[in-house]
């Protein structure tokens, strides 16, 4: 069953025909495959290279295929070397001779160029209401959470935050990550069909009429090019590896709050799973396979740029290994983006352990410096002040706003009563992060 061997004297080593198959996994392009040869078919019709009557034929040929596909009734599998094989001799067991007419003025080159272009733009748009999908469940609970909360650098308690602007750095992230993927999208939306095998054809065809039927912008400039591009394959891989470390990223954090030495949030349990022998244990899994499928995600972009950097000028078989990575990734990056959103949607914040960690912190010693900078005392000298009430915080368990005016008074005779509201965690919020961000 394959759409050549004219020219061979002996049949294809078993081995090799197995190898050379790409079925099991391009059969993921059956539609976008079937798509573009209605789109091709349409187009000879129109140039007067088939008559109406055969492209008629042809296209409720592949018509019938893609609902029989679709009902069940055709199983995608047997002896064909990929998808367009597959399509090309069921549409010639259904119509007969016509059928051979389909592949006129096109070769498997600009198929699959057309076929994965196609895939990649329906695919990008998925990850978008994806990505968007998430956005909205992280700012539910974002307005649902103004909480206190401390914030890190270092992972070090550092100043005071809120929950919400924490978790709203990351609709920041997805924000950009939207950008990036529509940018994509925006490169990638030219039409290769027609370029044939590599130098176009002397067929008088009409590529705009494909670029029309298909959605693409415009008909790629470059036969050579438009065959062997893959780089929106590598530039969506790229988003999908930025979007995989801010989830990662995410994921260390829920992991971290979650744990009891944190205590911050609570995973529920749709979301998290226990241990075969320790009875007490829950744990957060989502988060952590988030954070390990990120691996994966990362290697196939490093995959495909490996694959690509030595192929010379146009298609090479190399190429045909783009698909299971692609596919992979897409697939990893969309369950993981469902699975974020579903963990945010349920999570549950613990405000009064945040809280507890913000008194902990000395989360107002930067604010107690400012306090001293603003009676004029300069800044670096009250950033050494308050480092010696911190050590002397330390030595005797307290916190600064738990010291009494006269041991303040020790360290420097500019503190004042208004010391204590001036260093409230609260007011210092409202005078920074909730003043300047709503
Ligand atoms: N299965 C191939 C791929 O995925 C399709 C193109 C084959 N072209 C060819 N001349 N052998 O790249």
Redesign the pocket.
Known sequence: MKLWGGRFKKAENKLMEDFNS?LSF?KTLYFEDIQGSIAHVKMLAKSCILTQEECSIIQNGLKSILSDIESGKLKIDGDY????SFVETNLIERVGEVGKKLHTAR???D??AVD?RLYAKKKAYEVIDNIEMLQAAIKELAYKNDSIMPGYTHLQRAQVITFKHHILAYYNMLLRDKKRVRNAIEIMNENPLGCC?LAGTTYNIDRNFTTRELGFNKPVDNFLDGVSDRDYVIELLSCFSIIMMHLSRLSEELILWSTKEFDFVQIDDEFSTGSSIMPQKKNPDAAELIRGKTGRVYGSLIALLTIMKGIPLA?N?D??E??EQFFNSLDTVLSCLKIMSGMLSTLKIKEKNTFKSVKQGFLNATEAADYLANKGMPFRDAHKVIGEIVLYCEQNIKAIEDLSLEELKKFSELFEEDVYSFIDYQNTLNRGIKRELK
């Open positions: 790409s391009d070397e990929d998808i367009h070769s498997r080159n198929q699959v994965l095998a298609y078989k190429m045909q783009d698909k």
